[in-house]
């Protein structure tokens, strides 16, 4: 298994311009995450999604948008990007079930994002 | 909700010394508790975890952290670093319910910094 492959690794984006960040997984699980990490600040959870077709808001969703169309994939959209933007994003995903709720997260390696 | 304070953003620490991140919780509800691990340029790995059982729960690579429900800690220990663990280190907590989010709450992060 691959786990969880992001694309690109690195980006540099001018201020406006617009981008999409791929995510896969290969592991067959339900629930997948978008994080961003600021230096000192830890992770903050932008997007998530419980399945194919269910998305919602996490803590910092503003600027950002997502879609799922399959299990596997759960591309990160950013619109007319900016400065507060440059950031690294990390995609994630776990198995849920409605019995023991969710359990670890698995991380995929990565996209360091600059917006000049 | 829940919420997560790492009490230290750095450690600095001599090879072969003992070392312990702190790492306490607050929550309304039962929960499930992490520790990742992130090395320079990489992605989050899991080091342990604790879901239900014994409270003291170890990594295969030397590291232990304890559940402790009255204190809400769950602080992670090595007897004997190496130059080799030098990363920084997140606690991580999720609500551990049936239909719950699954989202994970960080910490800040505690960058160890093991030195010759």
């Known amino acids: 298994n691959a786990g969880v492959t992001q694309t690109p690794k690195f980006r540099i984006l001018k201020i406006g311009q617009s981008m999409t960040l791929q995510c896969t997984q290969d592991m067959n699980h339900n629930y997948m995450y978008w994080y961003r990490q600021d230096p000192g600040m830890g992770l903050k959870l932008i997007y998530y999604?419980?399945?194919?077709?269910?998305?919602d808001k996490g803590e910092v969703p503003n600027g950002y948008n997502v879609s799922r169309s399959t299990t596997e994939d759960f591309p990160l959209r950013l619109e007319l990007a900016a400065p507060s933007q440059t950031s690294v994003y990390f995609c994630a995903s776990s198995y849920s079930n409605q019995l023991a709720g969710t359990y670890e997260q698995y991380f995929g390696p990565g996209t360091r994002l600059t917006v000049t | 909700a829940q919420s997560v304070t790492q009490l230290d953003s750095q450690v600095p620490v001599f090879e072969e010394a003992p070392v312990e991140l702190r790492c306490n919780y607050s929550?309304?509800?039962?929960?499930?508790l992490f520790w990742y691990v992130q090395y320079p340029n990489q992605g989050l790995q899991l080091l342990l975890k604790?879901?239900?059982?014994?409270?003291l729960v170890e990594s295969i690579n030397g590291f232990e952290a304890e559940f402790n429900k009255s204190q809400t800690s769950f602080h992670l220990r090595k007897p004997s670093v190496h130059i080799s663990d030098t990363a920084e280190y997140f606690c991580?907590?999720?609500?551990?319910?049936?239909?719950?989010?699954?989202?994970?709450?960080f910490g800040k992060g505690t960058k160890l910094s093991v030195k010759p």
């Open positions: 999604s419980v399945g194919a077709g269910i998305t």
């Open positions: 929550s309304s509800v039962s929960v499930y």
């Open positions: 604790y879901l239900s059982g014994s409270t």
């Open positions: 991580a907590v999720s609500a551990n319910y049936g239909g719950s989010q699954g989202n994970l709450i």
